[in-house]
C-alpha cells in the first residue's frame, strides 16, 4: 500500500507540476522564495483536499462498503482519465500564466489542482490506509514537485509538461484497475 500511496502523490502533483511549469515559463528567473511560495501553496492544498475528502467519505462508507472497489476504481479512472484530456488543452492555458506569486493568483490554481485530490480522498476513505500519512505524502511530494516544475519551466520549457500529466492520469487509471482486480479475485 505504501508505493500505492506514492504513486497516488506523484500521480495527483502532476496537475500542479504542470501548472508549475507554465508559471516558470512567465518567469525571467526563479527566485527560492517563490519556488518556497508555489510548493507551499500546492502541496498544501493536495494535502488539505485529500483529508476533507476522506472525512466527508468516512461518514458514509459503511453504507457503500459492498461496491467500494467500483467507487475506488470509477473515481481514480474518471480523475487519470480527466488529467490526459486536460493534458492536451494546456498549452492554451499556459498562454494565460502570469509570473505573480501572491494570494490573488496561487489561490484560485492551488484549489482548481487540488480538487481531483478531494476525489483521491473519497477514495482513500475505502481504502485501508494510514490518511495523516498518506496527505502529508501528497503534500510533500506535491510541494517539490511544483518547486521543482517552477525551474524546469524556466529552463526546459513546456516540453515535459504534457508527458508528465499524462503519465500521471495511466498511473491513476492503472491503480483503479489494480483495486478493482484484487477486489475481483483476479490479482493476489
Same mark, same amino acid.
Given at each position: 500500500?505504501?508505493?500505492?500511496?506514492?504513486?497516488?502523490?506523484?500521480?495527483?502533483?502532476?496537475?500542479?507540476?504542470?501548472?508549475?511549469?507554465?508559471?516558470? #515559463?512567465?518567469?525571467?528567473?526563479?527566485?527560492?522564495?517563490?519556488? #518556497?511560495?508555489?510548493?507551499?501553496?500546492?502541496?498544501?492544498?493536495?494535502?488539505?483536499?485529500?483529508?476533507?475528502?476522506?472525512?466527508?467519505?468516512?461518514?458514509?462508507?459503511?453504507?457503500?462498503?459492498? /461496491?467500494?472497489?467500483?467507487?475506488?476504481?470509477?473515481?481514480?479512472?474518471?480523475?487519470?482519465?480527466?488529467?490526459?484530456?486536460?493534458?492536451?488543452?494546456?498549452?492554451?492555458?499556459?498562454?494565460?500564466?502570469?509570473?505573480?506569486?501572491?494570494?490573488?493568483?496561487?489561490?484560485?490554481?492551488?484549489?482548481?489542482?487540488?480538487?481531483?485530490?478531494?476525489?483521491?480522498?473519497?477514495?482513500?476513505?475505502?481504502?485501508?490506509?494510514?490518511?495523516?500519512?498518506? /496527505?502529508?505524502?501528497?503534500?510533500?511530494?506535491?510541494?517539490?514537485?511544483?518547486?521543482?516544475?517552477?525551474?524546469?519551466?524556466?529552463?526546459?520549457?513546456?516540453?515535459?509538461?504534457?508527458?508528465?500529466?499524462?503519465?500521471?492520469?495511466? /498511473?491513476?487509471?492503472?491503480?483503479?484497475?489494480?483495486?478493482?482486480?484484487?477486489?475481483?479475485? #483476479? #490479482?493476489?
Amino acid at each position: 500500500m505504501i508505493i500505492a500511496v506514492l504513486l497516488i502523490a506523484v500521480s495527483v502533483s502532476m496537475d500542479a507540476f504542470a501548472v508549475s511549469i507554465g508559471k516558470g #515559463l512567465t518567469v525571467t528567473k526563479v527566485h527560492p522564495v517563490d519556488a #518556497l511560495k508555489t510548493g507551499l501553496w500546492f502541496g498544501g492544498f493536495q494535502a488539505l483536499f485529500p483529508l476533507l475528502g476522506y472525512f466527508a467519505a468516512s461518514t458514509f462508507s459503511k453504507y457503500v462498503i459492498a /461496491v467500494d472497489h467500483w467507487i475506488i476504481f470509477g473515481l481514480l479512472a474518471f480523475i487519470g482519465g480527466n488529467m490526459i484530456r486536460e493534458a492536451f488543452e494546456e498549452e492554451e492555458e499556459n498562454e494565460r500564466e502570469t509570473a505573480q506569486f501572491d494570494w490573488k493568483h496561487m489561490l484560485p490554481l492551488a484549489v482548481a489542482c487540488s480538487i481531483d485530490a478531494f476525489a483521491v480522498g473519497v477514495s482513500f476513505a475505502f481504502m485501508k490506509i494510514n490518511i495523516i500519512a498518506s /496527505v502529508l505524502c501528497i503534500g510533500v511530494t506535491t510541494g517539490l514537485f511544483s518547486a521543482a516544475g517552477l525551474y524546469i519551466g524556466r529552463v526546459f520549457g513546456s516540453r515535459w509538461q504534457m508527458p508528465a500529466q499524462i503519465a500521471g492520469g495511466v /498511473v491513476l487509471i492503472l491503480i483503479g484497475v489494480k483495486v478493482l482486480l484484487e477486489h475481483m479475485g #483476479l #490479482l493476489p
